[in-house]
C-alpha cells in the first residue's frame, strides 16, 4: 500500500524518501542536480522536503467523480 501525504490542499503518492545528508557534499553543500537525478530516476513530478528528508512523489490529480460513477 502505497502512503499519502496531504501538503497544500494537494495529495501526493510517496514514491521514497532520501535522507539529506545523502544530497551533500564533504563541505555541506547541497547538491540539488542530485536530487533532480533521483527525481527523474523515481519518475516523481514532486519533490517535498521536511526536516530530515527529501519527499519524492507523485501528484494525484482531481478525481472526475461523474467519470468514476459512470
Request: proline share 1%.
Amino acid at each position: 500500500m502505497k502512503e499519502l501525504y496531504h501538503y497544500n490542499n494537494k495529495v501526493y503518492v510517496i514514491l521514497r524518501r532520501i535522507p539529506h545528508h545523502n544530497f551533500n557534499k564533504k563541505n555541506g553543500d547541497l547538491v540539488l542536480d542530485a536530487v533532480g537525478l533521483w527525481r527523474d530516476h523515481l519518475g516523481a513530478d514532486h519533490v517535498l522536503k521536511d526536516q530530515t528528508h527529501f519527499i519524492f512523489c507523485h501528484t494525484v490529480q482531481d478525481v472526475e467523480w461523474e467519470e468514476v460513477l459512470a
